[in-house]
């Protein structure tokens, strides 16, 4: 059966510091592909950038060339470059360039909260829309209102919410995250990630029932053709296994078709990201 | 997480404590992977020095940190007539404090420091408690230090105190290079984000975290009753309540999260810790290995918890 896992990371302490994970001590450890193939039942993954950096997005297409089991990744560019299609078309000409299937430079790192609507992002977003790929959209909520108008603002771009736009699942923040992404679902461009809501979650003591009602109303706004499920590894761990993530995976999707959980679990990806070789 | 142990307990604060006790919890801290440890003449009038220089006695000299303070030079209690000590510690008074922020009288202080730890050099030497000595100190202590910093005798100068806006008057005034702040850059309260913290980040200077616990409030889930060595106001032990009610949500005990914040903070290079047992030690250890979710800070910002501009926003990717 056909696995894609739409959103996980990789990383390596003896290349760079990762500020990010400075204070994270039960994650910060190097990450390799044999780490991912040893806890992954995926057939085929999709590597996204962790730190704002064109260097990692290159090292990640490296790595994704020489794994079969990576199909494509969604790296970093600065998105308000103004050369940014000549930086998207020299990414592609490093190794492993044809396998650049999106780009994500995290909203939730930029405090402006109307930052994805700023002239110079929209600009930059069209462009790589324009490129053919995909935009990775990571936000903290003050930044819902801005997404719905990005989304609006370039009909013409793919853009895949991530993590469910992480709703405050330990502080039962149902609302108005849900509010938000029902509105969000009802723009056709954009995709959702069945990702992320474990380390939303209260990392110790967490439950399936927990997560549902969000896994829930995310399969229920977007419908199971427009959500991928992603494993968010080796992030997860701070919370949960890949073996925990992917099964709570499957139980919020029990109840739907075998086509509708196939897209789930590998159809939505491909129609979501350019992923250049047939899984 | 860089914790230090710190050594107040060892000079027996508010209670006796054995010297095995003492002995044992500088081998558990040891143990745990702490290397800075951090002392006073004040504390137990030589006592916490004498004892920890006894447990880190035969540990290279290379592999930890040591500081202590200077200020409170100690001399004979000419009256002495075996009355216990009325500043907080659980010894004979046969010793006095003199409060002294001269040249002289910190070199003096260093010296008899050195003897009482049984080390031929302090690496830290932080001016404590000169609140009310701003300009003793500016003039005699401080450029004492420095001096001994400029020859190598130190490798860190700076002030250790409880008061924010003191410590940032002599960060501006002064070329010290490390300080240590008690209790006013914790969970329950952060008036070292006023001046002091960005001061801080701007001129490179490192800070020790000391008093993330504000004297006990923070020290256990449920918050206790004592705040800046007294009881607590009912307000912050009722504010401390509601901040354990949002770390319950994430499954974070309330201590944990009192190391974790100052920790975050990028001027703080270590925190630092007491304990008067070495079970203390052990759950220290235990609580500052929790990884706690950035979405908690944001929790407690908006509920009006804690400040907005508390540097905590490491979002994970």
């Known amino acids: 059966m056909t696995v894609i ?32 193939a040893a806890v992954s039942p995926a057939t085929a993954t999709v590597l996204v950038q962790t730190i704002p950096s064109v260097e990692e997005t290159e090292e990640f297409l490296a790595t994704a060339s020489s794994t079969p089991l990576i199909a494509g990744v969604v790296g970093w560019l600065n998105l308000c470059a103004p050369d940014l299609p000549d930086r998207i078309a020299e990414l592609r000409e490093v190794p492993g360039g044809a396998q650049l299937i999106g780009l994500r ?65 330990a502080s039962s923040g ?44 995310v399969l229920e706004s977007f419908g199971p053709e427009r959500v991928m499920f992603g494993s968010d590894w080796p992030v997860c761990e701070l919370a949960a296994t890949y073996d925990q993530v992917y099964e709570s995976a499957q139980a919020f999707t029990g109840s739907l078709s075998e086509s509708e959980r196939a897209d789930v679990f590998g159809g939505t990806a491909t129609r979501a990201y350019p992923i250049p070789t047939p899984v | 997480m860089k914790l230090g142990l710190g050594c107040a307990q060892l000079g027996n604060l508010y209670r006796a404590m054995s010297d095995e006790t003492a002995a044992a919890i500088v081998d558990a801290a040891w143990s745990h992977g702490v290397r800075y440890f951090d002392t006073a003449p004040h504390y137990g009038l030589g006592l916490s020095e004498r004892r920890l220089g006894a447990a880190l006695a035969g540990r290279p000299r290379d592999e930890y940190v040591l500081s202590t303070k200077v200020g409170r030079l100690l001399t004979e209690n000419p009256a002495y007539a075996g009355e216990r000590d009325t500043e907080g510690f659980d010894v004979p008074a046969t010793l006095v404090r003199q409060r002294d922020y001269s040249r002289d009288g910190v070199l003096r202080s260093l010296e008899s420091s050195m003897t009482r730890l049984g080390v031929d050099r302090i690496d830290i030497a932080f001016v404590h408690d000169a609140e009310n000595h701003v300009e003793e100190a500016l003039a005699g202590a401080i450029p004492a230090l420095i001096e001994l910093r400029d020859q190598g005798v130190l490798s860190g100068v700076g002030l250790g105190m409880n008061f924010a806006d003191v410590l940032a008057t002599f960060v501006r005034r002064s070329d010290v290079d490390t300080i240590m702040v008690a209790g006013r850059y914790t969970l329950l309260e952060q008036p070292a984000l006023d001046e002091l913290l960005p001061l801080c980040v701007s001129r490179g200077v490192s800070v020790m975290a000391a008093g993330v616990f504000n004297s006990g409030i923070l020290a256990s889930h449920t918050p206790g009753s004592t705040y800046n060595y007294a009881d607590a106001p009912a307000a912050l032990v009722d504010k401390a309540r509601r901040i354990a009610a949002v770390c319950d949500r994430f499954g974070v005990e309330l201590p944990a999260a009192a190391i974790a914040l100052p920790a975050v903070h990028p001027a703080v290079r270590s925190v630092v810790l007491g304990a008067s047992s070495v079970s203390q030690v052990s759950a220290n250890a235990s609580r500052a290995a929790v990884a706690v979710p950035p979405a908690l800070w944001q929790a407690l910002i908006d509920e009006g918890l804690l400040r907005a501009d508390t540097p905590v926003l490491k979002e994970i990717p």
Not at chain 1, 9 to 29: F, G, M, Q, T
Not at chain 1, 184 to 196: I, Y
């Open chain 1, 5 to 36: 896992d739409a959103h996980h990371h990789l990383w390596d302490l003896s290349k760079r510091e990762y500020d990010w994970l400075a204070d994270l001590d039960p994650i910060r450890r190097t990450y390799t592909v044999a780490d991912l």
């Open chain 1, 105 to 169: 430079h995290p909203a939730q790192g930029e405090p402006d909260p109307n930052w994805l609507v700023r002239q110079d992002v929209v600009r930059g977003i069209t462009a790589v829309a324009e490129a053919g790929l995909t935009y990775d959209i990571l936000i903290h909520p003050q930044q819902h209102d801005a997404a719905i108008a990005l989304a609006d603002a370039v009909p013409g771009a793919r853009f895949v919410l991530d993590h469910a736009g992480k709703p405050a699942i």
């Open chain 1, 174 to 217: 149902y609302e108005p995250w849900a509010k938000f992404l029902t509105a969000l679902a009802a723009r056709p461009n954009v995709f959702c990630k069945l990702s992320g809501l474990v380390t939303e979650a209260n990392w110790t003591e967490w439950t399936v029932d927990d997560l549902r009602p969000y896994a829930d109303h």
